[in-house]
C-alpha cells in the first residue's frame, strides 16, 4: 500500500519536502547572521559567511547532469533526496555543541557541505515534481512547494530568533535538524515513478543525456527561458532587496519591519502561491505567467506614485503586503511553466539552469535599483525596474508549449 496514493498526499510531499530546505535557509540568512552579530562576529566575516554559501545554490546546475546521468531503478531520484538530506542533517548536527564564534571556519565548513547537499536535494526534488506530475497540475504542486519553503523560512528563520529566549540555542539547532530530516520517511513511503524502468548502461545513459542537452541548447524554448527568467522577476527581487531600507527611511521602527517581513509579507505570498498554483492549472501557466506579472508591475507603480504624492504612511505596508501576494502568484505559475519547457531526459539538468538564471536576475536588479535610488530616488528606481519586467513579456508569447497531459505519471 502506497501511503502518498492521493494528490493532497502527494501535495503534502512536497509541502514537506520544501519544509525542509526552507528552514535552514530560513536559519542560515537570518537567525545565524543576527545571533553572529549579536556575539561580536564582524559584518565582513559575516556577509562573507553568507556570500559563500550562496554559491552552491547558484552553480548547482553544473552538478545537476550527474542527477540525471546516475538515475536508474536500483537509483532513482528518491534516493538522491533521501541521501541528501541525510547529509543535510548530519553536517547541522555538530552546531548542536559547535560553540560558533570561536569555531567559526568550522561552521562556516559544515554549512557549505550542508548547503551543498540543500541544493543538491533541490535539484533531485523538482526532477521529482516534473517526472511524476501532469502539465495540468505542476501549477498546484508548485504553490504547496512554495508554501513549505515559507513556512520553513517562518519558523526557523524569525521563529527561531523568538524560540531561542525561552528554549535556548541548543534545542533550536536540534529542532532545525528535526525539521530539515523529517521528511525522509515520507520520501521512502512514496514510492513515485521518476519514469526511468531500466537500467542502460553508464555509455548509453550518457549519450542520451548529452544528446538531450545538445537538443535543449538547439531550441529557442530554453534560450527564451534563460532570458525570462534572468530579467523577469527584476521588479520584484529589487524590491525584495530594498523594501526594509526604504521603510526605514520612511520612518519605521526595525521592530515593525521585522514584524511585517515574518507576518503580512510571509502569509500573503504564501497564500499567493496557493492561489496561483491553482489558478495556473485552471487558466494555463503562460497566461498565468502573464498576468502575475502585470499585476506585480501595477502593484509596485502604485507604491511608487503612492510614494511620491503621499508619502510615509500605512499605505505604504498595504502596498507592500499586495505585492507579496503577486510574487506568490508569479512564484507558482512561472516555476510551473519552466517545467512544462523542460526535457524529461535532463529534467535536473535544464530546471536547474532556469533557476540559475532565476537567482541570476537578483544580483543585476539589486545592484541597478540601488544606483538608481542614489541618483534618482525611490519612486523612479521602482518605476524602472518595472519597466525592465514588462520588457520580458514577449519572450512568453514566443515560448512554444507543449500539449497538456491529462494524467500524471504513476505513483505505484
Not at 540543500?118 to 523538482?126: G, N, P, Y
Not at 513549505?148 to 541548543?170: E, K, P
Not at 517545467?339 to 539552469?353: N, W
Amino acid at each position: 500500500m502506497n501511503f502518498l496514493a492521493t494528490p493532497i498526499r502527494r501535495k503534502f510531499l512536497f509541502f514537506s519536502l520544501y519544509l525542509s530546505e526552507g528552514a535552514p535557509i530560513g536559519f542560515i540568512w537570518l537567525a545565524l547572521p543576527t545571533r553572529l552579530r549579536a556575539g561580536g562576529v564582524e559584518i565582513v566575516d559575516i556577509t562573507w559567511l553568507t556570500a559563500i554559501l550562496v554559491l552552491p545554490w547558484t552553480f548547482k546546475f553544473m552538478w545537476a547532469p550527474l542527477i540525471d546521468l546516475l538515475r536508474g531503478p536500483s537509483w532513482t531520484l528518491r534516493h538522491w533526496i533521501v541521501a541528501a538530506q541525510l547529509v543535510m542533517g548530519v553536517s547541522l548536527l555538530p552546531l548542536i555543541w559547535l560553540e560558533p564564534i570561536s569555531r567559526f571556519h568550522v561552521m562556516a565548513a559544515l554549512l557549505f557541505v550542508h548547503t551543498f547537499a540543500a541544493a543538491t536535494q533541490d535539484v533531485a526534488i523538482d526532477a521529482l515534481c516534473i517526472s511524476s506530475t501532469s502539465v495540468s497540475e505542476r501549477g498546484q504542486y508548485n504553490g504547496w512547494m512554495q508554501a513549505g519553503m515559507l513556512v520553513g523560512r517562518a519558523i526557523m528563520g524569525g521563529g527561531a530568533l523568538v524560540m531561542a529566549r525561552s528554549i535556548g540555542d541548543t534545542a533550536v539547532i536540534a529542532l532545525l535538524v528535526l525539521i530539515t530530516t523529517f521528511s525522509i520517511l515520507l520520501v521512502i513511503v512514496s514510492r513515485a515513478s521518476d519514469e526511468v524502468t531500466e537500467e542502460p548502461s553508464g555509455a548509453r545513459r550518457f549519450r542520451e543525456v548529452w544528446g538531450s542537452i545538445k537538443e535543449a541548447c538547439a531550441h529557442r524554448n530554453m534560450w527564451l527561458g534563460l532570458s525570462f527568467a534572468m530579467t523577469g522577476g527584476a521588479a520584484f527581487k529589487s524590491l525584495e532587496v530594498i523594501y526594509g531600507p526604504f521603510l526605514v527611511d520612511r520612518g519605521y521602527d526595525k521592530a515593525v519591519i521585522g514584524w511585517f517581513s515574518a507576518g503580512p509579507m510571509i502569509i500573503a505570498m504564501m497564500v499567493g502561491s496557493l492561489v496561483g498554483g491553482w489558478l495556473a492549472d485552471r487558466a494555463g501557466h503562460r497566461i498565468s505567467v502573464m498576468s502575475a506579472l502585470v499585476y506585480i508591475t501595477l502593484s509596485i507603480t502604485g507604491l511608487a506614485f503612492s510614494d511620491l504624492m503621499l508619502g510615509a504612511g500605512p499605505h505604504l505596508l498595504v502596498l507592500l503586503a499586495v505585492t507579496a501576494f503577486g510574487i506568490g502568484l508569479f512564484t507558482a505559475s512561472s516555476y510551473a511553466l519552466f517545467m512544462d519547457i523542460t526535457r524529461p531526459a535532463i529534467t535536473a539538468t535544464e530546471f536547474s539552469a532556469f533557476m540559475g538564471a532565476t537567482n541570476g536576475c537578483e544580483p543585476w536588479s539589486s545592484y541597478a535599483i540601488g544606483a538608481l535610488i542614489k541618483s534618482q530616488g525611490y519612486p523612479f528606481a521602482m518605476l524602472a525596474m518595472c519597466s525592465a519586467s514588462l520588457v520580458a513579456l514577449p519572450l512568453l508569447a514566443k515560448m512554444k508549449l507543449g500539449r497538456k497531459r491529462t494524467e500524471s505519471s504513476e505513483w505505484q
